[in-house]
C-alpha cells in the first residue's frame, strides 16, 4: 500500500509531495487540475517498461499508430507531454513509497551521450542534429538498484529494452477499453476455480444475471453473461456500461490483491439508484483484498453517497482521505484532507 | 426504493470573512441586524450550521470547502444556553477538529499564523468583554419585543401564571416567552419559525432596539479585528 508519494517535473506536477495516502484516496478538483495526471505518475511508476507510457498516449486520445519521420523532434514528439512545461532537459521523477518504507522510483530522461540517428548514422555534424536521436530512458530503481529500459526505434520501429519487475498497479477510467484484458483476466480467475465469489458479488447487484463467462467471438474473446429470460449469452459491454465498469473494477480487484487501484472518474456509468449498493460491494471487497484505491471523481452524488462507508471506517485502518487537485498557470498542486465525512454530512461543495 | 435526493448543497465560499449561525434564526438575525444597522456585509458569507446537532460536523468540516484556506476571518455564533461554558467549550472542542485556530476566550480572536484566518466564537446573548450569561439569541430578542408590545407582555403574563411551568429553565422560559408573543403578534402563521421573525419587514422585532448595540458594534469592526495582530 503506498503511503506517501513524490513527483517532479511530470505533466502539470513540477513538484508534489503526498505524505499520507491511506487506504481509500478521493481526488477531485476542477477539470484539467491534474486529477488523472496524478492517477497516470503512479501507474507509470508501477510500469515495467516505457510500453505503459504509450498506453497512458492511447488513453489520452492518441492513436496507437504513428508514423514517425525520423527527425529528433518526430522522435521526442512522443515524449514531449511527460515533462512539466516540456522542460525535457529536467528528468521527470515519481517515487512512492509504501507503508513497509519499501520505495519504488521511477526517472524518465534524456541521457546525453546515447544520441545516435534512428538511420544507424552517428555524426556530430550540427546539420544533422535534427536526425540525432537521443534514446528516452526510464529507469525504475527498487531495493536501491536501477533497471533502465531504453526507447530505441530500431527498424521503423519502437523498441523497448530491460522490463523491470511491476508494482500490482490497475487503472480504470471510462477512456480505456479493456475488454479483453478483462475476459483474459476473468479466465485466469476461472480456471483456479476463483470466480464464484466474483460472479456472486455480480449477482447481488444484478440479479437477472445467472453468470459471467469467456466467450470467444469471431475469434475474439469476450466476457459474456447469461441473463434471465435472454435465450443466448449477451457480451457484456452490450448489455450496461455501468455493469461493464462494475465487472472491469471487481475483476482488478480480485487479481490484484494487496495492490492498488486507480480509478478516473469513478462515478460514470453507474445508474444512480444503485450507486450506494455498488460502492458498498467495491469498497468492501478492497477491504477484503487489501487493495488500496485512489480514484477521482467529479460528482456529488458519489461523495454523498459514500459518506455512510466512510464513517463506517472511520478508526479504523481503512480510513478515507480526500485530496484536492488545484491548478495556478502551469502547476499543479494537490492539498490532502484528510476523511471528508463531516463536509460532506455538512453538504459542503467539497469538489 | 430509490434513495432520496440529496439536500441542497451549500454554496462555494466567496467572500473574505464567513459568519456561522448555529442555527438559521442566528444566521438570520445576524444578516438583518447588518441590514439595519448598515453594516456593510458585501464581504462577508452568512451561513447556518443547520442546528445544535450539526454544529460539529460543520466546524469540523470547513477547512474541506474550496478556496477556505483565502477566508480571512470566520465567526461563529453561538447560544449559551443553560450551560454558557460546556456550550463554548463543544465549539473549541469542534474548531480542534477541526484544524482551526481555537479561541481561548469568548470574542477573542485566534490565529494559527500572523496572517491566518482569524477565528472568533460569539456567544449569544451578547455579553460585553466576553463574559456569559445563560440564554440564547431569544433572550435578545425578548428584550426588544417586550419593550415594543407590553401590552401582549403583560397577558403573556396572566397567561403563564395559568400554565404548569415545572421545571423550565431561564432558558427554556425566554423561547416560551417570545414564542407566545411571535404567536401572537403574527396571525398568518402563529408557527412563524425565527429566521422570517426576525425579519424587519415582519415588523415583529426592532432591531434597532439598544440591546442590539454591542452586537452591531461588534460585527461593525469584525472585519478590522480580525486583521490587526492577535495571539498566534
Redesign the interface.
Known amino acids: 500500500m503506498i503511503k506517501s508519494l513524490e513527483v517532479k517535473n511530470f505533466r502539470c506536477y513540477k513538484n508534489l509531495y503526498l505524505r499520507d495516502l491511506k487506504h481509500f484516496n478521493i481526488v477531485v478538483g476542477e477539470g484539467g487540475s491534474g486529477k488523472t495526471s496524478l492517477l497516470e505518475a503512479i501507474f507509470l511508476v508501477a510500469g515495467a517498461s516505457p510500453e505503459v507510457w504509450m498506453r497512458l498516449r492511447q488513453w489520452r486520445g492518441f492513436s496507437p499508430i504513428f508514423r514517425l519521420s525520423g527527425t529528433r523532434d518526430s522522435y521526442e514528439s512522443l515524449f514531449r507531454d511527460i515533462f512539466h512545461n516540456f522542460e525535457k532537459h529536467k528528468p521527470a521523477s515519481i517515487r512512492m513509497v509504501e507503508y513497509n518504507d519499501r520505495a519504488r522510483t521511477l526517472r524518465i530522461f534524456y541521457p546525453k551521450q546515447d544520441g545516435y540517428s534512428p538511420g544507424g548514422k552517428n555524426s556530430n555534424d550540427a546539420q544533422e542534429n535534427a536526425y540525432l536521436v537521443e534514446p528516452i530512458t526510464f529507469g525504475w530503481t527498487t531495493k536501491g538498484k536501477e533497471q533502465r529500459s531504453r526507447v530505441d526505434v530500431k527498424d521503423g520501429l519502437l523498441r523497448f529494452s530491460g522490463f523491470n519487475n511491476v508494482y500490482p498497479v490497475w487503472f480504470t477510467s471510462p477512456a480505456i477499453n479493456e475488454g479483453l484484458t478483462v475476459a483474459t483476466l476473468f479466465s485466469e480467475l476461472s480456471l483456479k476455480k476463483k470466480a464464484t465469489n466474483l460472479v456472486n458479488a455480480i449477482r447481488t447487484l444484478y440479479p437477472n444475471v445467472q453468470d459471467v463467462s469467456v466467450e470467444s467471438i469471431a475469434g475474439e474473446l469476450a466476457l459474456c453473461v447469461s441473463i434471465d429470460d435472454v435465450p443466448e449469452k449477451l457480451p457484456i459491454g452490450t448489455i450496461s456500461s455501468g455493469l461493464t465498469h462494475f465487472l472491469s473494477i471487481m475483476v482488478a480487484i480480485f487479481t490484484n490483491p494487496f495492490g492498488v487501484l486507480l480509478i478516473d472518474e469513478f462515478e460514470v456509468g453507474f445508474y444512480y439508484a444503485n450507486l450506494e449498493k455498488v460502492l458498498e460491494v467495491i469498497f468492501s471487497f478492497c477491504q477484503e483484498h487489501n487493495v488500496q484505491v485512489i480514484a477521482s471523481t467529479h460528482s456529488y452524488e458519489f461523495l454523498r453517497t459514500l459518506l455512510p462507508i466512510m464513517k463506517q471506517r472511520q478508526g479504523t485502518e481503512y480510513e478515507f482521505a480526500l485530496l484536492r487537485t488545484q491548478r495556478t498557470g502551469s502547476e499543479s498542486a494537490i492539498k490532502e484532507l484528510g476523511d471528508p465525512s463531516a463536509a460532506v454530512e455538512s453538504n459542503f461543495e467539497v469538489r | 426504493m ?2 432520496a435526493p ?7 465560499i466567496s467572500r473574505d470573512f464567513l459568519i456561522v449561525g448555529e442555527g438559521q434564526g442566528d444566521a438570520a438575525f445576524v444578516r438583518y441586524l447588518c441590514a439595519t444597522r448598515k453594516i456593510d456585509i458585501s464581504n462577508f458569507q452568512i451561513e447556518d ?2 442546528g445544535t446537532g ?1 454544529f ?3 466546524i ?7 478556496k477556505f484556506d483565502l477566508t480571512k476571518g470566520l465567526l461563529i455564533v453561538g447560544d449559551n444556553d443553560d450551560s454558557p461554558d460546556e456550550n463554548f467549550s463543544n465549539i473549541q472542542n469542534h474548531l480542534k ?2 484544524k482551526l485556530p481555537r479561541p481561548a476566550q469568548r470574542l477573542q480572536v485566534a490565529k494559527h499564523t500572523a496572517d491566518g484566518l482569524a477565528v472568533v466564537v460569539m456567544m449569544l446573548p451578547y455579553t460585553s468583554g466576553g463574559g456569559a450569561t445563560r440564554g440564547s439569541l431569544e433572550t435578545l430578542l425578548l428584550k426588544s419585543v417586550n419593550d415594543s408590545y407590553p401590552a401582549i407582555g403583560t397577558c403573556i403574563d396572566t397567561y403563564r401564571g395559568c400554565i404548569p411551568a415545572k421545571g423550565r429553565t431561564n432558558n427554556q422560559e425566554d423561547k416560551f416567552r417570545l414564542r407566545c408573543f411571535l404567536t401572537a403578534l403574527w396571525v398568518d402563521e402563529p408557527n412563524i419559525s425565527l429566521q422570517y421573525a426576525v425579519s424587519p419587514s415582519k415588523e415583529l422585532i426592532d432591531l434597532n432596539h439598544e440591546c442590539f448595540n454591542e452586537v452591531a458594534a461588534f460585527l461593525r469592526g469584525f472585519a478590522n479585528l480580525c486583521t490587526t495582530p492577535a495571539r498566534v
Open positions: 430509490s434513495p440529496p439536500p441542497d448543497r451549500i454554496p462555494p450550521a443547520g450539526k460539529e460536523a460543520y469540523s468540516g470547513l477547512r474541506f470547502r474550496p477538529k477541526g
